[in-house]
């Protein structure tokens, strides 16, 4: 069965350094989206993609983050400057449909900013 | 705004028995999902039920609806050591994204 990957599964970086987090979406699906989730917390919506663009993104996503389709297959999260609150879960997911149809979650970067 | 919480925070119970989780929400919707998330680990999508179904079934899972009262409800019968997770309900919101509740965590205990 076709599932989303995310690498690295675990990352650690120093407060004020770029990360990528990488997301490979089941192949036929159209929408992406990524989410995050601080330890203990509820699962949050940062962004949603769909058709090479930004469709919809969250307060949470200022202009530290960005998002890239680079290929045909992979699905990228940038976080330039990370700060010590961007410690968390990052999930990535894809889904067939939009309109806030069922979405296939990957298994999660977590990120931890010292 | 969308708020899906669910009661209740901590369930636990023995090998065996029922679990019901309970989740409300406050704006019209189109459907509403549920979803297991095992320790640290990715969310799994359990059953979507829409908002014109009152109830929906999925092996040991049954969903409930009800809009007038903006509530849904996870029943998992004859529940086993695996089902041990969190269960979050999350509704549409937006253009096409979702807006998770709190969850409640199960501990089903051998």
């Known amino acids: 069965e076709p599932e989303v990957t995310q690498t690295p599964s675990h990352q650690v970086t120093q407060m004020g350094q770029e990360v990528i987090l990488r997301c490979v979406p089941i192949?036929?699906?159209?929408?992406f989206y990524w989410y995050r989730q601080i330890l203990g917390q509820k699962v949050e919506f940062l962004v949603s993609?769909?058709?090479?663009?930004?469709?919809?993104k969250s307060e949470i996503f200022d202009d530290q983050f960005s998002v890239e389709r680079p290929d045909g297959s992979n699905f990228t999260l940038k976080i330039r400057s990370t700060k010590l609150e961007d410690s968390a879960m990052y999930f990535c997911?894809?889904?067939?449909?939009?309109?806030?149809?069922?979405?296939?979650f990957g298994p999660g970067t977590r990120l931890l900013v010292l | 705004s969308q708020q899906g919480e669910e009661d209740p925070q901590a369930l636990s119970i023995q090998e065996g028995e029922n679990a019901t989780m309970n989740c409300s929400y406050k704006?019209?919707?189109?459907?509403l999902q549920w979803y297991r998330q095992n320790s640290g680990r990715g969310l799994v999508h359990l059953i979507l039920?829409?908002?014109?179904?009152r109830e929906k079934h999925s092996g040991r899972l049954r969903v409930t609806l009800d809009t007038s009262k903006k509530s849904s409800s996870l029943l998992i019968t004859a529940s086993r050591a695996a089902d041990t997770a969190s269960y979050f309900c999350?509704?549409?919101?937006?253009?096409?994204?979702?807006?998770f509740g709190t969850g409640t965590r199960l501990t089903v205990i051998p």
């Open positions: 997911a894809s889904g067939r449909d939009g309109g806030g149809e069922t979405q296939y």
């Open positions: 704006t019209s919707i189109n459907n």
């Open positions: 999350a509704t549409p919101t937006g253009a096409n994204n979702l807006f």
């Open positions: 039920i829409r908002s014109n179904e």
């Open positions: 192949s036929n699906h159209l929408y």
């Open positions: 993609f769909y058709n090479n663009e930004i469709s919809e």
